[in-house]
Each structure stands twice: as C-alpha cells, then as structure tokens.
C-alpha cells in the first residue's frame, strides 16, 4: 500500500510539475511574440468563407441591417484625422465596434482607417496585444491615442466608458484627457450618438452599493441577463427587430494649443456638451427621452 501510494504522489508531482512548466513556457513563447494566434485567425476564418460562405454572408447582412449609421453633415474630409466620440457606451459598445472594427455595416470606408480605442487591460491578457494589433485597436492609453493623432490617423472612443452603462446619463462633464488631446493636437472631436444601444443587452441586477464602491475607479460589473444573450444570439438567422442606428454629428472645430491651460480644456467641453445636446433633441426617435449629461 505505502508502495502504490508514493507511486500515485509521484505520478501527481510528475504531472503538475510537467504541468506548470508547459504553462510557463507557453505564457513565454506568447508574450515574446513566438506564439502567435493571428494566422489560425485567418486560416479559421477563410475556412469558414469557403465552407459555409451562404451562412456568413447572411450574418454580414444581418449586422448590416441591424446597425445602421447617417452622417448629419457632409464636410468631413477623406483625408483629415478626427476623434469620433460615441454615446452611449452600452454593455459592450457593439455599434460602436461593428461600424468601425468591421466591413460588415455601411460605415464609409473612405473616412477610414480608423484606430478604435478599447479596455487598456485587455493588453494583459494573453494574445490581448497581437489581438488588438490584429482588429486595427488601440488600448485607452492617452499616450497611444496621442501618437496616433499626431501620425494622422483618427481614433475612435466610448468617452463614457464603463460607467455609462448603468444609466441613461451621457458621462462627459468628468472627462478632461479627450479634450486636452484635442486641443494638443489640433484634432476636431465628432459626436455620434447611437439610438437603441442601450437596450441591446440587460444587466443583472447588481447591488447598487457594490457599483457605488466601484466608482472612483471608473469601472462597473457587468453581467448580460440570459434572455438578453439569446436575444442577440438570434442575429445568426435574423437581423434585430428593432435596429441600431448610429447618427455621427457634425465636427467640432479645435484649434491646436500645445500647452492647453484647464479654462481651454473646460471651454471645449462646454462646446462638445452643447453639440451633443444638439444631435440629441434633433435626432432621438424617442422625443419624451431627456437629454442627461453628468
């Protein structure tokens, strides 16, 4: 008995031991760049356009006509950056990644390419780096937005963030970083309010304390509801009932500050708040729904 059970303790080191060393060589190989996941990305998915090339374009179509986007104005230029600012956040910001991460809705193509920013610790996880290089994605670093502007190219932004989703308030009078990049760059800002995000997922309801002590941090627990998931799921075989529709608002001019003191950070606020109470009164299906910024 002694016998056997040593040799089933030596067998589990064995195992773990061998275990932990494949992790650490795996996690390794993975974030020194030898382990890449990018070309199984692609072999995966021109797989899938050869063998199910029906199905896949009807899901293109589906999103397509679930997310729909209009351009209030005309005068945005080809070839001049912008920061496109998107309300609301929603649970996953998903008209938001589709238009500008995707071929798949009627989001211009000559306005792009666009640098979508997304969650910066998604960077930490592994492939998280060559994952977002791989989408045409930025984390929310003001220093990786700023390079980008300055080599000019445009970047896109939830400026509500996490917050956003909890409510039916548009996060913008406690945002100063946006604003300041704005004006160091010279970089005109461009509203896009897109109508019916919100309603695309519930969330579980969470105790309100839990999300109260979150707050500082600018972050909330999200948890899609199950019939809200089956809900979006159906978007396989049918588009959404009810659409999406992203409505991108006129640019707001920026004049370039090097060194922007808080009054010049504070006026443009002002004048992005106005413009996007604007977009808002004119363009809201919904005309009982208030505009609400905090």
Request: charged share 20%; glycine share 6%.
């Amino acid at each position: 008995m002694a016998i056997v059970f040593g040799l089933l303790i030596g067998i589990g080191l064995t195992a773990v031991t061998l275990g932990c060393m494949s992790a650490a060589l795996g996690i390794i190989l993975i974030y020194s760049g030898i382990l890449r996941i990018s070309p199984i990305l692609e072999f995966l998915t021109g797989l899938s356009n050869r063998l199910f090339p029906e199905q896949v374009k009807k899901i293109h179509d589906n999103i397509n006509k679930s997310f729909k986007v209009r351009f209030t104005d005309s005068t945005l230029i080809p070839d001049k950056h912008y920061i496109y600012a998107w309300h609301p956040h929603g649970m996953i910001s998903m008209s938001h990644y589709f238009h500008i991460l995707t071929g798949f809705t009627s989001w211009p193509l000559r306005l792009k390419p666009i640098k979508c920013v997304t969650l910066a610790a998604l960077v930490w996880f592994p492939f998280g780096k060559e994952l977002l290089e791989y989408i045409s994605a930025i984390p929310s670093d003001y220093h990786a937005m700023k390079d980008v502007l300055e080599n000019g190219e445009s970047i896109s932004v939830a400026v509500g963030g996490m917050r956003e989703m909890l409510g039916n308030d548009y996060i913008v009078k406690r945002r100063r970083g946006i604003f300041k990049m704005a004006l160091e760059t010279g970089t005109p800002i461009v509203p896009v309010l897109s109508f019916g995000e919100n309603t695309l997922f519930q969330m579980v309801t969470i105790d309100p304390s839990i999300q109260k002590s979150l707050e500082p941090y600018d972050i909330c627990i999200w948890i899609p509801t199950v019939h809200s998931i089956v809900k979006w799921l159906g978007i396989l075989q049918n588009p959404l009932k009810d659409p999406i529709t992203s409505v991108v608002g006129p640019p707001i001019p920026v004049n370039q500050i090097v060194s922007p003191t808080e009054h010049d950070i504070s006026e443009l606020r002002e004048r992005y708040i106005v413009a996007l109470k604007d977009l808002f009164v004119k363009e809201n299906p919904n005309p009982n729904e208030e505009f609400s910024v905090i």
